[in-house]
């Protein structure tokens, strides 16, 4: 899977989850030249509602130390949206309520609790004249957790309810009309749709030759390889068994070719569903009642919408005040699109294009997180990247350069003269110098550095080669080869 050309696989080594929608976003910002700074308890700094139970490696902040202008973060979400449009969206039934007050498109529904009995639930069903199919889901849910859909009758509905209601992470559930068509994620950013994903339910296409489990098996391991997908792998379990069993098939079933077998119902990407860009084709309609959407609910600034477009129009199913993003980042089909850098430009409009240049420069997140998570700092500031273009070389040093010091030497010079990058040695007793920064003439002459080396070092030659590989901040000795 191809990478966007402002990340590579080497930077987000070892970032996961809702970790990497923070860290990507404040690559973004630092590589522009604003401050960064992460919080072990940002409820000391800030106010910014934090959702979840561990907000370590989450929250952070950027500066512009010229302006004087400062902005506070949680994962995705910046503080120019308000803590109360959070509570609202978080509460879909609230979020409903102020969508058909302003005229969007959304399921007709109503919500229930524990308390209600199902002959209340199936009479206000009927009063309210809400057809089938329907879907049942929690209010206060995320992820798809705990929500069943396309319930065709009212056999299925109590069924569904007894599983629903019987669920103890949950008290206060919504059930509103299920609407057939095409799933769609679209990010918004003011009034600009910067972002849309459609999500594709999990299947596997035959080969004529494998089983389903193995054709699930293969597509597994490409989903590895996606930075997003990798721990949202397709599970061989009883829902699937039972679901391509309406079909006639097993998982020892051989597929024809090409032919396309549906694995799950629902189109959730956790669930195993494909993310496709559809950024530029997305149909006005779609366009219109997304941004709508978000003037809907006061102090929605930027937001994840969840559209579906069927044959009567698009219809918004939820929304999502701290969004995920990265999946917009790495669809298995179509063109990532950098979602961070459209919110860092809307809260620093006078930094765009700073970042410009800097594409390799990057910080190591995994070292962040150890010094916070021990509690060693309250809140760890980064050196600025920077603020010119990254200039990059790498140097072959050759002659008597290994065990007499040199990759420390080396290391001690690159502080000195602000540069980043690494040293290592090589097998063949010869030691390679990356070296990276914003003095084009300070990385030229370094090769007059390398030549010198330590009282102990003879240098013989040296090799100067073009770099295009990632940058580190900072300058590291990093294992021989």
Known sequence: MPFP???????????????????????????????????????????????????????????????????????????????????????????????????????????????????????????????????????????GKGVITNIKNEAELLVALEVTMGNEEYGQFILEQHIEGEEYRIYVVGDEVVAATKRIPAHVIGDGKSTIQQLINKKNKQRKENPYLRNKLIEIDEGIKTFISRSGYTIDSIPDKKEYISLKGPSNISAGGDPIDVTNTLSEGAREIAVKSAKAIPGLIHVGTDVIVSENGAYIIEMNSTADIVMHLFPVEGTPRNVPRKII?????????????????????????????????????????????????????????????????????????????????????????????????????????????????????????????????????????
């Open 5 to 143: 050309d402002w990340i590579t696989n080497q930077m987000i080594r070892g970032v996961r989850g809702f970790n990497l929608d923070a860290y990507l976003m404040a690559l973004e910002g630092w590589r522009r030249g604003l401050t960064l700074t992460w919080y072990l308890d940002p409820a000391m700094v800030t106010d910014l509602k934090i959702i979840g139970f561990n907000p370590l490696g989450k929250s952070f902040s950027l500066e512009n130390k010229e302006t004087r202008k400062k902005h506070y973060f949680y994962r995705s979400r910046g503080d120019l949206v308000a803590n109360e449009a959070v509570d609202l969206v978080h509460d879909k039934f609230k979020a409903k309520q102020l969508l058909m007050d302003a005229g969007v498109s959304t399921p007709k529904g109503f919500k229930f609790d524990k308390q209600d009995s199902t002959e209340n639930i199936i009479t206000r069903l009927k009063e309210d004249e809400i057809d089938y199919p329907v879907v049942v889901k929690p209010i206060f849910g995320s992820l």
């Open 345 to 481: 430009d809307f809260y620093f409009p006078e930094t765009k294009n700073f970042a410009k240049g800097k594409e390799k420069l990057y910080f190591n997140y995994r070292d962040i997180r150890p010094v916070l998570r021990d509690k060693l700092a309250q809140e760890i500031t980064l050196r600025n990247a920077p603020k010119e273009k990254l200039y990059t070389t790498r140097y072959i040093v050759s002659g008597m350069v290994q065990k007499v010091g040199y990759r420390n030497w080396i290391r001690r010079q690159a502080v000195r003269n602000g540069l980043h990058g690494y040293t290592r040695n090589l097998k063949n007793g010869n030691v390679v110098v990356i070296v990276g920064g914003d003095d084009k003439e300070k990385i030229e002459k370094f090769k007059e550095v390398c030549a010198k080396g330590p009282r102990r070092a003879r240098v013989e030659d040296i090799k100067i080669l073009k770099w295009n590989g990632p940058i580190q901040l900072g300058f590291e000795i990093r294992k021989s080869e």
